[in-house]
């Protein structure tokens, strides 16, 4: 009885809060209403005031190239040990690669023409300006890394990346220069690596071809002072240790020079290090101004900042009216206390205790 009772307590006291804040609503429905209208017609006309752009992309994948790590580890393989020639990158590395500053400098040396006008430079079609050169530089390229966009496909390692501007014809040059751009800084970094791994190799090949050349003299100089060295065990050891050697001189020999060669084609090799999959096209409409999501998305906040201005003047008639009645409490505890000024002894009197009185017999 008593549960159903608080349970009905309860119920009504939600309903009650309920019928209050939508009370509070309706009394406020002025802000509530035009608020939301406001905030949709000042997206609206934000929105369509901006300028159209437009966008241009495609995707690729690297190219992977046999460098000659792989001659390390098959030099490694002759003598039992695995090691792991795969040094290629993630495709991650590459879409990050796309927005680095080595990639964007490439970018911005370059001209480009848009509406079929001049070639200018990127900063003066994007009318970037500064006080110096270098914060030209800088604030090209931070211009640069706002309009490209990168993705990664994790199940297919494909990179995608888009040019967005105010020009069609800007966002294809674009699209064409920064993949052009990458390439060429693989390309280039890829024969650097193999020159320096050419210039390696040949020291090595200088200094083991002289090792086999040594070992195969110890060879030679026993075989001459020992012609019947097959009936003394001792001779026969070593024969087979100096040519257990002379051996392994040859294999390490070979490897090198194999790895020496590969080197070589490395860092004379022309081809791409990017494979393109879809070719950038030039733009053929404006992207979507998305004006109904940013509509919907205004008036949702418009709504929420008309119930929070309906609770600020609900709350400030509250206060108003608490403080009303403060007021008149502060008056009558004032006339009190002016009256006990006056008659001190009665107010101690009336303060002091009183005895209780007996029940009559």
Known sequence: MIESQASGVGEETHEVSVLRLIN???????????LPILAVLLTAVYTIMQPRTYTSGGSFIPIATDQSGSGVSGLAAQFGITVSANAERSPQFY?????????????????????GGPSR???????ISANSPGELRLATIEQLKQIVNTSVDAKTGVIRYSITTMWPDLSLQLANQVLGSLDAFLMQSRRDRAAADRSFFQDRVAVTLAELRAAEGKLQDFLDRNRLYQGDPKLIFEHDRLEREVRIREMVYTTLVQSLEQASVESSRSTAAVARVQTPELAARPNSRLLVVHAFLAAIAGVLLGAFVAAALEFAHYSRKQQS?????????????????RHPFRA???AMPRRPQPPPS
């Open 121 to 127: 430079s990127l900063a003066q079609i994007l009318g």
């Open 325 to 341: 009645t403060d007021y008149e409490a502060f008056r009558e505890l004032s006339s009190r206390v002016a009256t006990d000024f």
């Open 348 to 350: 101690l009197r009336n």
């Open 95 to 115: 879409a990050d690669l796309m927005t680095s500053p080595a990639i964007l400098n490439r970018v911005m040396d370059s001209s480009f023409s848009v509406n």
């Open 24 to 34: 509070m609503l309706l009394r406020h429905r002025a802000w509530v209403i035009s």
